[in-house]
């Protein structure tokens, strides 16, 4: 099993900066890439940020103010949120897809989710 770990999360105000993390941990073999996630109330979960083999995608509502980063040796993941806006104001998931051991058997892939950490950004 793969299981993923955020903390971080908390209350800010508007134009302030909160700084996400999320450690995995388990039978790894290989994370190719890791990402954030948000789902606002009544809304659909959508893509922040992720990276994979160096190369970094951001959503275009926070392009610019996001900035993700990774620990390879670590394998961590971080979410430095700059500039927060009342829409930011969500659960903050962390994703990571990769192999993971299964004994004597060849790898097998995984996709892992955390239990989210919520951002509250007041206006």
């Known amino acids: 099993q793969v299981q993923l770990v955020e903390s971080g999360g908390g209350l800010v105000q508007a134009g302030g900066s909160l700084r996400l993390s999320c450690a995995a941990s388990?039978?790894?073999?290989?994370?190719?890439?890791m990402g954030w996630y948000r789902q606002a109330p009544g809304k659909q979960r959508e893509l922040v940020a992720d990276?994979?083999?160096?190369?970094?995608d951001y959503a275009n509502s926070v392009k610019g103010r996001f900035i993700i980063s990774r620990d390879n040796a670590e394998n961590t993941v971080l979410l430095q949120m700059n500039s927060l806006e009342p829409e930011g104001t969500a659960v903050y998931y962390c994703?990571?897809?990769?192999?993971?051991?299964?004994?004597?058997?060849?790898?097998?892939?995984?996709?892992?989710w955390g239990k989210g950490t919520q951002v509250t950004v007041s206006s």
């Open positions: 994703n990571a897809v990769g192999l993971r051991t299964m004994g004597w058997d060849l790898p097998t892939e995984f996709n892992a």
């Open positions: 388990g039978s790894i073999f290989r994370i190719n890439a």
């Open positions: 990276i994979s083999g160096g190369i970094t």
